[in-house]
């Protein structure tokens, strides 16, 4: 995708942790048509799966749906589950290239995978975690882009227990990177007052 040179992109707010870690939200970088294109197709075009964990030596489909996207074969295990890449569909690089343009300023990186996740409604949501496999390397750098319905996103500190939360919107850019792998926990909490679906895409760069 060709920037736009006249238009200055913004400077993300201000570390949103208050220690151990930095997170950086620089709102919705697609707005109007755009997201909504990006989201109709991500709805369609993405052979979504439900998401496999193991547990207690059994493996166990979550209601949440995942695909998983990158250069070449690359494996990422989580959940004690090993996953190869699809290649890359045309309008994950199109999202791709923006990310990285909109954060080059700020938190320079090329990402070589993205994992998505799909939320039918408010009924699913994602249980307190780190993106700390040891592929993603010591201090990660994730860029995650919301379409669809508003969730909130909470981060809850390891030792501490404080929290900071958000809510997450229809075509946003939120980048977690220094040491907020190490120190925090994420999730996005469940609702029952949302009906409709949210896919979000994180970007991550895979340690070979």
Same mark, same amino acid.
């Given at each position: 995708m060709t920037p736009d040179l006249f238009t200055p992109i913004p400077a993300p707010e201000h570390n949103l942790l208050p220690a151990d870690g930095i997170v950086n939200d620089y709102g919705v970088i697609f707005s109007g048509n755009k997201a909504d294109r990006y989201f109709h197709i991500l709805m369609n075009d993405i052979p979504w799966q439900h998401d496999e964990v193991v547990l207690y030596g059994k493996r166990i489909h979550t209601a949440r749906r995942v695909a998983w996207y990158g250069e070449r074969s690359l494996a990422y295990t989580y959940s004690g589950i090993t996953r190869l890449a699809l290649p890359w569909h045309p309008v994950l690089s199109e999202i791709k290239d923006a990310v990285e343009r909109h954060? #080059? #300023? &700020? @938190?320079? @990186?090329?990402? *070589?995978?993205? /994992? /998505?996740? /799909? &939320? @039918?409604?408010? *009924?699913e949501g994602m249980a307190w975690h780190s993106d700390d496999e040891r592929e993603l390397g010591q201090c990660p750098i994730i860029a995650s882009v919301s379409f669809g319905a508003s969730r909130k996103f909470v981060f809850k500190h390891k030792q501490t227990q404080e929290k900071t939360a958000m809510m997450l919107t229809h075509g946003q850019l939120l980048v977690m990177h220094g040491e907020t792998q190490r120190h925090w926990l994420h999730a996005i909490m469940k609702s029952t007052k949302i009906h409709e679906p949210r896919v979000s895409l994180t970007f991550r760069t895979i340690i070979e």
């Open positions: 954060i #080059a #300023a &700020y @938190t320079p @990186t090329q990402f *070589n995978s993205c /994992l /998505l996740n /799909l &939320y @039918t409604d408010g *009924n």
